[in-house]
C-alpha cells in the first residue's frame, strides 16, 4: 500500500509563497492536491499526471499555482505564489494508480490514497 507524507505547511503573508512537496512510498499516477478550508467542504487545488504531465487547476488557483512531479523520487509539490487569505486551508495530497484524464482529475473519489493534510495559513 503506497503511502503519501506531505511536508510541512506554513504561515506566510498575503503575497507571499509557500510551497508544499509530498512523498509517495511508491508508484502514483495522477497525484493531486486538494484543500480543506476550516468550516468548509474540501476543494479540488491541482492535478498532474504521470509520464506526460497533462496538468489541471481549480480556476481559483490558475496563474498563482504550479503543480510538478518528480517521478523517479516519486515526489510531487505545490508552488503556492501570490497567496491570498483565501488560500488558508489544510492541503491534503492525493493519488492513485489510475492515469485519469484532464476532465477527470477534480473528482475526490477518483483518489484512493490521501495524505494526513498540512495546514498552510495567510495572513498579516
Known amino acids: 500500500q503506497v503511502q503519501l507524507v506531505e511536508s510541512a505547511g506554513g504561515l506566510v503573508q498575503p503575497g507571499g509563497s509557500l510551497r508544499l512537496s509530498c512523498q509517495a512510498s511508491?508508484?502514483?499516477?495522477?497525484m493531486a492536491w486538494f484543500r480543506q478550508p476550516a468550516g468548509k467542504e474540501r476543494e479540488f487545488v491541482a492535478a498532474?499526471?504521470?509520464?506526460?504531465?497533462?496538468?489541471r487547476y481549480a480556476d481559483a488557483v490558475k496563474g498563482r499555482f504550479t503543480i510538478s512531479r518528480d517521478d523517479p523520487k516519486n515526489q510531487v509539490y505545490l508552488q503556492m505564489d501570490s497567496l491570498k487569505p483565501d488560500d488558508t486551508a489544510v492541503y491534503f495530497c492525493?493519488?492513485?494508480?489510475?492515469?485519469?484524464?484532464?476532465?477527470?482529475?477534480?473528482?475526490?473519489?477518483?483518489?484512493?490514497?490521501w495524505g494526513q493534510g498540512t495546514q498552510g495559513t495567510v495572513s498579516a
Open positions: 492525493t493519488a492513485t494508480k489510475a492515469n485519469w484524464n484532464v476532465s477527470a482529475m477534480p473528482r475526490q473519489e477518483g483518489y484512493e490514497l
Open positions: 511508491g508508484r502514483a499516477n495522477t
Open positions: 498532474i499526471r504521470r509520464g506526460d504531465r497533462a496538468k
